[in-house]
């Protein structure tokens, strides 16, 4: 199950790494960050707890993974990172205003660190 998510977020990520540069892709960037994230963090918390990650609130799934992180004496420093997209997520996927280049740009980058953050972690664990 985690390679599905895994599988999901190089998509997600592939994408927003083909388009982050172009301000006319704004959206999709914010978007394809936030989604990239959320997939990954799927993938860690499956790892960490295996069992499959269920329901729409992804602060509670940031939330679960930093506890079995802390539990495991893993870093928790994308915690920050994953914070920043999911708090992100309603304005940029619902909102009715566009979204700004700053803004996509700022969470491309929080997408590309706590992507690290992950296959980091995920190496860490036995």
Not at 15 to 32: G, H, K, N, P, T
Not at 33 to 52: M, P, R, Y
Not at 103 to 122: C, D, H, M, T
């Amino acid at each position: 199950m985690v390679e599905v998510f895994l599988e999901r977020a190089k998509q997600l990520s592939g994408a927003r790494d083909l388009v982050q540069d172009d301000a006319e892709y704004a959206s999709a960037i914010a978007l394809l960050s936030v989604h990239s994230a959320i997939a990954l963090n799927d993938a860690l918390l499956i790892k960490l707890t295996g069992k499959t990650v269920t329901g729409d609130d992804h602060m509670q799934a940031v939330r679960e993974m930093a506890k079995r992180c802390r539990s495991r004496k893993l870093d928790v420093t994308g915690i920050a990172q994953i914070t920043t997209l999911i708090s992100a997520k309603t304005r940029v996927s619902y909102g009715d205003e566009a979204t700004s280049y700053a803004l996509a740009f700022k969470l491309s980058i929080a997408s590309q660190r706590f992507e690290a953050w992950v296959y980091k972690r995920l190496e860490e664990i036995v």
